[in-house]
């Protein structure tokens, strides 16, 4: 058998179970989307991640062609029933990303009911997919459902500023009208916003986003704030807002009651994500043909980046927080 000594090194190197989050998204065989851009850093940091697949596909929607198969809302029902009956569906979290249908939405909502009556502390963080820029990625008709049935649920909402422009009703063209978003969405029931990118501001200039929340805040830490970023010369990549809420939630569960730093180290480890994947494409990166040969290359680079999920490279990284009235 192992020695003691040997026997305490083993005990000693591996940490406590951690909590545990169901995370529902898109999956794709190769490439980095969906949940395959929140399993990865959540186990990093820590969280045991239970996956649902709303979607099965070889790759991203990017690529010249795509193949799979989807979920509907009988079967997420199933396999809910399942994990219930074997007395496996408590969790801590529930994280859901995009979901392309009214049915999937509905089961959705029931599924955060199902949960919070196993656990009432369950908190539910979710990336409301819906567009960016101007663009729907989802059929128009989902947007109210987002709004009426499922921020009503939500504690945690990810927004792009589109995002927050489509569930608030209120046109995000400035930093006040981003706050006025903030309250708004607040008003539909998330005690806490992260709206991830606002656009405008001078050309090169930095890339914002913006925090509101109305959890009491440890050692005076502001409810709300921006947190200015260097504008990297970068592409535009699949999955870093999938990145982006996956590294929250799991900075939030090791921050609570300090949003402003849970949302720091986030950005922190996203940025160097980018930067290095942007490095590994070389030339390709901005290559404006979408052929399979450059999109393989512009995948994000998320296990050769593992030590900056792990600890972010907060003192590389110019983010200047700013608490807001």
């Known amino acids: 058998g192992l020695s003691r000594s040997m026997t305490d090194a083993v005990s000693t190197s591996c940490i406590a179970p951690g909590s545990t989050v169901l995370s529902i998204q898109s999956h794709t065989v190769t490439g980095y989307c969906g949940n395959r851009c929140a399993v990865f850093p959540l186990q990093l940091l820590g969280l045991e991640v239970n996956a649902i697949n709303s979607v099965?596909?070889?790759n991203h929607g990017a690529y010249p062609t795509v193949k799979g198969q989807?979920?509907?809302g009988k079967d997420l029902t199933d396999l809910a029933d399942g994990l219930e009956a074997n007395g496996l569906l408590w969790h801590d979290y529930l994280l859901t990303g995009y979901i392309?249908?009214?049915s999937m939405l509905e089961t959705?909502?029931?599924?955060?009911?199902?949960?919070?009556?196993l656990n009432s502390n369950l908190q539910y963080v979710c990336d409301p997919v819906l567009g960016d820029k101007g663009r729907l990625y989802l059929p128009q008709e989902l947007v109210p459902l987002y709004r009426e049935v499922i921020l009503p649920l939500a504690d945690t909402i990810t927004p792009n500023a589109y995002e927050a422009e489509l569930l608030s009703g209120v046109a995000v063209r400035s930093e006040e009208d981003a706050v006025k978003a903030c309250e708004a969405l607040h008003g539909l029931g998330p005690s806490t916003v992260v709206i991830t990118s606002l656009e405008g501001g001078e050309a090169g200039g930095p890339v914002v986003m913006m925090a509101s929340t109305r959890v009491s805040q440890e050692d005076g830490l502001p409810q709300r704030f921006k947190l200015e970023l260097?504008?990297?010369?970068?592409?535009?990549?699949?999955?870093?807002?999938?990145l982006m809420t996956a590294l929250l939630l799991g900075w939030s569960h090791r921050k609570p009651g300090r949003l402003q730093e849970a949302v720091v180290a986030a950005a922190a480890s996203?940025?160097?994500?980018?930067?290095?994947?942007?490095?590994?494409?070389g030339p390709t990166a901005f290559q404006t043909d979408r052929s399979s040969e450059v999109l393989?290359?512009?995948?994000l680079r998320l296990v050769s980046c593992q030590d900056s999920i792990r600890k972010p490279p907060v003192s590389d990284f110019n983010a200047k927080p700013e608490a807001l009235p």
């Open 296 to 299: 393989k290359q512009r995948e």
């Open 270 to 281: 996203l940025q160097a994500v980018l930067q290095a994947t942007t490095a590994a494409a």
């Open 100 to 102: 392309g249908t009214a």
């Open 56 to 58: 099965q596909f070889s």
């Open 108 to 117: 959705i909502a029931a599924l955060v009911k199902r949960l919070r009556g």
């Open 70 to 72: 989807r979920l509907d």
């Open 230 to 242: 260097p504008r990297l010369d970068i592409p535009d990549f699949a999955g870093p807002g999938d």
